[in-house]
């Protein structure tokens, strides 16, 4: 071990293949792991790999990965002297962060005051209109959504921003509270549905106006800051294919940049948590209008799911960063030197994750018991999930259930083996998002960097690509038994099961497949 | 049907590809063409169709056009498909000339099967898909005697079945009302999204089987639909 672990316990306040995530890196620095679980989580990956575990509550997130108390409670008991607290759930609540701390342990993550300032969506748009980087036209005050004489005033601002606009959460991410709206009769109750949606997430249902920039690329960048107030930005990612605002594939660098804009972002988006005070790590969105002019977005205090392009790309750890920052040591290195390269990146990353969702009906939940499960390997691939065969995805959490990504010398290599990685991937039991992950890559439109946050929509026809899957599939299956059948030299309506051997140098080549065929298929 | 978005880049199907460099067709681009014999319906002769396989989709994949499957081809709309499989390994095979890699899975609830009825997972492309097969003559008899049932029957009643597991948030119809085909009924949530659910037809809504905040498990029924009103119907409208 080359460096003293910087904590002896810490507690991952998560599940999931970010848990997972968290635990390795603990390990691989010599670090004991707390999982939390709930009670559908009780055999999850997270909890299997880390040291010791502790119930936090039933599944629902209400009562268990959203309780701080709960929470609390677990650190308190298992002696943790830190808190690694993932993405969502409570990862941007400065209530938790400051509740941590008071029970002696410290927060990894940038601190409360931070997450108060940056988190709530609304102030970071202030803090980054003082620091002159342009923002995202909308309002900068939470909408009165409770209040009927409020009404009018919403109305007013929303038509000065224009419709279309889009209701957000204060205390939002990955788009839950989020609500497209194309007219002024719709704004009500979009702004309801939103907060709702918003108080249930995450516990706070304040919801603001923004005006929808399309077309326009969605760049974010990585940011590391250590308690001398030192902030360094470790390159962008391209976040642009998104349905439904939860992004589905991130890249790193972001393609088409020059190296001067590059430049330019990175110091915007280190102005603005500058001017925050940001400590540890953060993210800084921005959209890309097709003018080639950013425009901030908002800030997440929190490791992303997307950083491991950035790690792939960097060689940096985040969360070993995250873990020495937290513990009061300075930027690595490692991480001042990629700093410095970030505006010529030599390597690209792309990721793509797999959901528990149907790309072919509009991306709708499909969560179920997974009976079929093969994840890619090879030179350049790095996966990272918590699910193995026989898992239940379960109903009340975030529908992620693998990210497999890619690194190689250049985008068009790494589209290539992320082509063939995803050839090797196979998902029984529930329907992944895998079909249109295939899609993406061999794209030419994808290939050529075309990209905008209305990408799928513009190129993405589910219900054909279904249609035409379920017609392969059932001429297969068909073949497959008309074949057997034919084999048993059986009418297919006695539909009895094979008991003797037939003929095998009568049919040939189709007689291996048919034994084999039989011998997995209960009849 | 919308065959003519057919033709998007990857329609040709990514998997893995040929080597014989052999043109990959769409399985619906090949209209009326004669079928091509598979090795087995060369080695038995000319074939009998009582041989011909029903398959369709399972339930939780909603309803689809009946294919037909014998040997070396299938047949769906009235269009003939010629297709054969080629076996990779194990439970791998290949489907030719559409060049595209399958893979059968055991389905995970064959219990829930119907006799007679083989079910099948497929894996291709990506996509996960359970289709259930039948001798077409045994279907066939089974149609008939249904459509003889039904007979004299006009209007029907349906059932919403939920398509996903969850929470119910809030239900916007009660016992009595009248609503349109596409008319959202209730809100799902289910992995912290909200699911608008929709009727598939025009109804009087007959029962509601379930209540805000109440979870339901995929398949439970969620409400009843009963025919609406008769048109030409004498009584006064409400």
């Not at chain 1, 609304?122 to 900068?140: F, N």
């Not at chain 1, 209305?454 to 297969?476: K, M, S, T």
Request: glycine content about 10%; charged content about 25%; proline content about 7%.
């Amino acid at each position: 071990m080359g460096v003293a672990p910087p904590f002896r316990r810490v507690l991952i306040a998560n599940r999931g293949e970010i848990a997972v995530r968290v635990i390795r890196a603990c390990h691989e620095l010599g670090i004991e792991t707390v999982a939390i679980f709930s009670d559908a989580d009780s055999a999850a990956a997270h909890v299997r790999m880390a040291d010791q575990a502790v119930r936090i509550g039933p599944a629902s997130p209400a009562e268990s990965y959203l309780r701080i108390d709960a929470v609390v409670d677990a650190v308190r008991a298992s002696g943790a002297d830190a808190v690694h607290p993932g993405y969502g759930f409570l990862s941007e609540r400065a209530a938790f962060a400051r509740a941590v701390e008071a029970a002696g342990a410290l927060f990894i993550g940038p601190g409360p005051d931070v997450i108060d300032a940056l988190g709530d969506k609304l102030h970071a748009r202030r803090i980054a209109r003082e620091a002159g980087v342009p923002c995202v036209p909308g309002t900068v005050e939470p909408a009165e959504v409770g209040r009927p004489d409020a009404v009018e005033r919403i109305l007013g601002h929303a038509t000065e921003i224009g419709f279309p606009l889009l209701v957000k959460a204060a205390a939002g991410g990955g788009g839950r509270g989020m609500r497209r709206v194309e007219t002024a009769e719709a704004l009500p109750a979009a702004l309801a549905a939103g907060s709702h949606e918003a108080l249930n997430a995450f516990g706070d249902g304040s919801v603001y106006l923004e005006r929808e920039l399309l077309p326009a690329r969605h760049i974010e960048v990585q940011l590391l800051g250590d308690a001398t107030g030192r902030v360094i930005a470790l390159g962008e990612r391209d976040c642009s294919l998104q349905r439904r605002h939860q992004k589905l594939v991130e890249e790193a660098p972001a393609p088409g940049l020059s190296s001067g804009d590059r430049t330019a972002l990175h110091a915007m988006a280190v102005r603005v948590a500058t001017a925050a005070g940001l400590t540890n790590a953060a993210t800084c969105e921005f959209l890309r209008t097709e003018d080639g002019a950013f425009h901030f977005l908002e800030v997440n205090t929190r490791l992303q799911v997307e950083h491991g392009v950035t790690e792939l790309v960097t060689g940096v750890d985040i969360v070993h960063e995250q873990l020495f920052l937290a513990a009061g040591r300075p930027l690595s290195e490692e991480a001042l030197a990629a700093a410095r390269a970030a505006a010529e990146p030599a390597s690209h990353a792309i990721e793509v994750r797999i959901s528990a969702e149907d790309p072919g009906h509009d991306f709708a939940p499909t969560p179920g018991r997974i009976s079929h499960w093969q994840m890619p390997a090879g030179p350049g691939v790095r996966v990272d999930t918590a699910v193995r065969v026989g898992d239940r995805v379960p109903p009340e959490y975030d529908n992620l259930i693998a990210k497999v990504m890619v690194v190689a010398p250049d985008r068009d290599r790494a589209l290539d083996r992320l082509g063939r990685a995803l050839d090797e991937v196979e998902v029984g039991g529930i329907q992944t998002t895998l079909p249109f992950h295939r899609f993406v890559t061999r794209n030419p439109a994808f290939r050529a960097g075309a990209l905008s946050t209305g990408w799928v929509e513009d190129h993405w026809r589910g219900e054909a690509a279904f249609e035409r899957a379920e017609r392969l599939a059932r001429l297969a299956a068909g073949l497959a038994q008309v074949s057997r059948t034919v084999a048993m030299g059986a009418t297919p309506a006695a539909h009895e099961t094979p008991t003797g051997s037939p003929d095998g140098g009568r049919y040939g080549w189709a007689q291996a497949a048919i034994e084999a065929g039989v011998d997995r298929w209960p009849g | 049907m919308s065959r003519s978005t057919e033709s998007r880049p990857t329609a040709g199907g990514p998997t893995i590809a040929p080597t014989t460099g052999r043109e990959r067709a769409d399985v619906q681009s090949a209209p009326g063409e004669a079928a091509v014999p598979t090795p087995e319906g060369a080695a038995t002769g000319p074939k009998p169709t009582g041989a011909a396989i029903r398959v369709t989709l399972a339930p939780e994949h909603g309803p689809a056009p009946v294919m037909t499957v014998e040997s070396g081809r299938a047949s769906i709309d009235g269009q003939s498909i010629p297709a054969e499989l080629r076996w990779v390994a194990g439970d791998r095979a290949r489907l030719q000339p559409q060049g595209v890699e399958v893979q059968f899975l055991e389905p995970a609830d064959v219990a829930r099967v119907p006799p007679g009825v083989t079910r099948r997972e497929v894996l291709v492309e990506g996509w996960r898909l359970v289709v259930e097969m039948e001798p077409a003559a045994r279907a066939e008899l089974r149609e008939r005697a249904s459509r003889a049932d039904r007979a004299g029957i006009r209007r029907v009643a349906s059932e919403m079945h939920a398509m996903i597991p969850g929470r119910v948030l809030s239900i916007a119809v009660a016992v009595g009302d009248a609503v349109e085909a596409g008319q959202a009924v209730m809100i799902i949530e289910a992995m912290k999204m909200q699911n608008a659910l929709r009727v598939p037809r025009a109804g009087i809504v007959g029962r509601v089987a379930v209540a805000p905040g109440g979870t339901v498990e995929l398949g439970d029924l969620l409400i009843a639909l009963e025919p609406p009103p008769a048109q030409p119907a004498g009584e006064a409208a409400s």
